[in-house]
């Protein structure tokens, strides 16, 4: 079983940045691809990135390629989204998810994630 938290949602103005955090409770977090998902009102919930175990391999959806980075710290049982130019239509709940991976496997499908966090909100005004 593994538990997600993640932080540093909030409110930001458009162009803005925000960096969001995940910690893993488990004592064997790099068996585990990462990933963050992202629901807004109204909206089904889809995929933002993800990061294989070792790191080495990641994927985006178009809609925040270039301007999103995640990364995971493997000492510290941690991954983060950095987000840059921040557009109002990021707005939304953030989800950190985890499943047991093989070597550089990532996928983008929610289905695949077993574990999943309580979410944080990002606002983003115009």
């Known amino acids: 079983q593994v538990q997600l938290v993640e932080s540093g949602g909030g409110s930001v103005q458009a162009g803005g940045s925000l960096t969001l955090s995940c910690a893993a409770s488990t004592r064997t977090f790099t068996n585990y691809a990462m990933g963050w998902f992202r629901q807004a009102p109204g909206k089904e919930r889809e995929f933002v990135a993800a990061?294989?175990?070792?790191?080495?391999?990641?994927d985006y959806a178009d809609s925040v390629k270039g301007r999103f980075a995640i990364s995971r710290d493997n000492a510290k049982n941690t991954v983060h989204l950095q987000m840059n130019d921040l557009k109002p239509e990021d707005t939304a709940v953030y989800y950190c998810a985890a499943y047991l991976a093989y070597g550089w496997e990532i996928v983008a499908r929610s289905s695949r994630f077993d574990y999943w966090g309580q979410g944080t909100q990002v606002t983003v005004s115009s």
């Open positions: 990061i294989s175990r070792s790191g080495g391999n990641t």
